[in-house]
């Protein structure tokens, strides 16, 4: 099986850190579950684009990256269907913290053909979690 990497993304710079407004902060681990849980449904009603856009006032990825990255995964998207079918709902699998600032959470794309695999992860640098990296593969067998 061919395995297809769609988007993996991970910035952490200083200088490129993306400054949030205070409307725009997760306070907690809850919210940002909240937050992927809602870009999860968002995706699996077949809107990836407005499922992603929904993470960029949370990002600590410059806009015009999160742009970048969401019109090349707006391409992939007939080669998702064509490969993995319908979508059939989403499942959340774990959500895992290293430390105090670190926050990983990981979500399943259910096709009707294989699974989607989606991680989000979150850094805490001070009273607020960013959204620092987010990724979709089909590697289930990394989940075991």
């Known amino acids: 099986?061919?395995?297809?990497?769609?988007?993996a993304f991970v910035i952490w710079s200083g200088t490129s850190l993306f400054v949030t407004?205070?409307?725009?902060?997760?306070?907690?681990?809850?919210?940002?579950r909240a937050l992927t849980d809602r870009v999860m449904r968002q995706i699996s009603s077949g809107d990836i684009v407005a499922g992603l856009?929904?993470?960029?006032?949370?990002?600590?990825?410059?806009e015009a990256?999160?742009?970048?990255?969401?019109?090349?995964?707006?391409?992939?998207?007939?080669?998702i269907a064509m490969r993995f079918g319908e979508t059939k709902g989403v499942e959340f699998i774990c959500e895992e913290?290293?430390?105090?600032s670190l926050l990983q959470i990981v979500q399943l794309q259910k096709y009707e053909k294989s699974p989607m695999v989606w991680t989000f992860v979150f850094y805490k640098p001070d009273d607020r979690w960013l959204i620092t990296a987010f990724y979709f593969h089909d590697n289930v067998a990394g989940l075991f």
């Open 1 to 7: 099986m061919i395995r297809l990497i769609v988007l």
């Open 21 to 32: 407004s205070k409307a725009d902060t997760l306070a907690s681990p809850e919210e940002a």
């Open 53 to 62: 856009a929904a993470l960029k006032p949370y990002s600590a990825i410059p």
């Open 65 to 79: 990256e999160m742009d970048t990255l969401i019109g090349q995964t707006e391409l992939q998207i007939p080669a």
């Open 97 to 100: 913290r290293v430390g105090e």
